[in-house]
């Protein structure tokens, strides 16, 4: 599949969805994050880990354009990324559900925003709340639900518009050990479903391992890219079974290692 | 008659104990809040009368009889309505006038920082000034007929509105607007999809309080200088040594007031019903 987009940049399934080249961000004379290279791979399921502080979610930033002072260069499908993009969805652990919108009218809001027909809006709506299981919550407002129902109008209404990056940080953090795994189970579906691009931040090895198919490792402030680990863990996997897997504690060792000798 | 077959007809079928005596009358009498109310009134209106009689102070705090005898007069005279009717329109006008003036200009400029960190000092040199104080100037201004009472209620109306929708506007968390771009909202579509409704709890807000602002400045203004109107009315009868009368006027206030407070209060519920919504208690 070829597709051209401006700057005359061939597009094929090669081209990295984002190519992050020496990007260092600074506020003030303070370095935040880098210089790092990172290549983002079309489709895949990438997970970033690091210590706290390090530049996890000025990477995100940095990609979905709302953070544009930086140095190097940061290419979108090989075209450099200027002002906000919109080709992403951004789920964060802060929720940005509207209170006096309906769960319903949160997950219309991108729709609106694009100037769609109210006919295709209902319908895409519908559709994408049926898909997070909040199908009968169309009518309450967002007080009325709980922490994994609210992180669910916020993944329906990122995929109503489908986006063709999900950038994911922490967005499982205040959700129950239970409903994490739960949530884990009916995001890899999502993955699968979509044919897109997830970038996933979280502090949570488990998380990391069970989700990825590559988890990035980002050393202390300011974040360089320190290890990148592929994890050879066949699909689709079990959110529970997966952690028997003897690979999946090699992979955690690894992982750890990596993290601890800052 | 229908209510009270609801009632029973939901209760055998609930199957509830049959209450006994005492129960019934405890919740329907005695323990209710209305029934409480209604003797707090009683009681209160009994000690005045009996106070202002026996203890010859009605020339100080007139009495419940005196007054009701007051308002006799003041309607037989057919200059009642007509003094609630001025009063009423100049309150009126100065708080459609004000609210709206005040809530836009308070929206405004607390959403655009740059113009909020620019008005400040003045807003703040405003807002310590003693408003009432403007009442003898705005009878220079526009005279002592209708417009003189409309503009000041306006002036009152304005500021309080002005004040807590800007206020409050100013806190409104801007990380909501990045993301609102993010997700592809133009700047006219932040302004109304994102920061309208945003700042509409504090226009709410504002509006509640400045509402009983437009009466006060209305009557302010009728106390200066003034023809007819309520206001001018328990001047009068001030003058007069009139208590009863004077206490009549304040009793049509307080009347005027509440009935619009009422009205604000179904209008603002259905407006905010966001916030105001019950538990699910989702099952699953
Ligand atoms: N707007 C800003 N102004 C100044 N410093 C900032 C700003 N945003 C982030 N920083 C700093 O940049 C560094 C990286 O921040 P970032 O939020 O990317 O870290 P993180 O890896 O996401 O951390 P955490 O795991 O705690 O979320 C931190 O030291 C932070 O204090
Ligand atoms: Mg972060």
New binding site residues.
Partial sequence: MMAAVADDVTVTELTPEFSFTDVS?R??S?V??GPATLEVRQREFLVII??????????L?LAAGTLQTRTGSVLHRGAPLRGINHDVGYITQKNYCLPWRTVEANVRLPLEFRRWPAAKIKLRAAAAIAQVGLTGFENAYPKQLSGGMLQRVLIARTLAYNPSTYLL??PFGSLDAQLRMHMHRELMRLWQTTASTFVF?T?DLHEAITLADRVVV?SG?P?RIKLIVDIDIPRPRDVVDIQSDPRFGAYFKTLWTALSDD | MTAIGKRAGRSAMLADPAPTGWQVLNRFTLGSDTAIQITILAVTLAIWQISASRLGMEFWISSPAGIWRAFGKWAANGVMLGDIRTTIIEAGIGFVLGSSIGGLVGFVLGWVRRLGDIFEPFVIAFYTLPKVALAPLFVLWFGIGMGNKIMFATLLVFFMVFFTTFQGTRQVDRDLVSNARLLGASRWQIWTKIALPHASVWLFAGIRIGLPYALIGAIVGEFIAAENGVGFRIREATSFYDTSAVFAGLIVLMGISMVCLAALKIIETRALRWQNVRDLTPAG
């Fill in positions: 961000v506020f003030g303070f935040a994050m690091g210590p706290s502080g390090c530049g996890k979610s000025t990477l930033n940080d922490e931040v502090h980002m402030r974040g």
